[in-house]
Nanobody, 115 residues
Framework: QVQLVESGGGLVQPGGSLRLSCAASGSSFSIYGMGWYRQVPGKQLELVAFITSDHTTNYADSVKGRFTISRDNARNTVYLQMDSLKPEDTAVYYC?????????WGQGTQVFVSS
């Protein structure tokens, strides 16, 4: 079925930048929404950003003005450009894709922001 492969996580200093990517394969013609969630151990999974096939976007208030989500429909790939990173952005970031009948998760990628 649909597979999501993430890349781009790592260690960065406060104020630095990272770009995450997530590529969908399989029955990706059915995908209409793609985005990113993140989770810190012991805390709730939270929506970071989401984008639809017509490029409508949604962002968590905590990342507005710092993160930018974009999508390449031809490659079925979603990106998350993260600028001005803060220690509180440290989390495992999970890619999410949705169709009209199902949702799919990526494997997760670790982002660690520390000096």
């Amino acid at each position: 079925q649909v597979q999501l492969v993430e890349s781009g996580g790592g260690l960065v200093q406060p104020g630095g930048s990272l770009r995450l990517s997530c590529a969908a394969s399989g029955s990706s013609f059915s995908i209409y929404g793609m985005g990113w969630y993140r989770q810190v151990p012991g805390k709730q999974l939270e929506l970071v950003a989401f984008i639809t096939s017509d490029h409508t976007t949604n962002y968590a208030d905590s990342v507005k003005g710092r993160f930018t989500i974009s999508r390449d429909n031809a490659r079925n790939t979603v990106y998350l450009q993260m600028d001005s990173l803060k220690p509180e952005d440290t989390a495992v970031y999970y890619c999410r894709a949705t169709s009209r009948v199902a949702g799919y998760w990526g494997q997760g990628t670790q982002v660690f922001v520390s000096s």
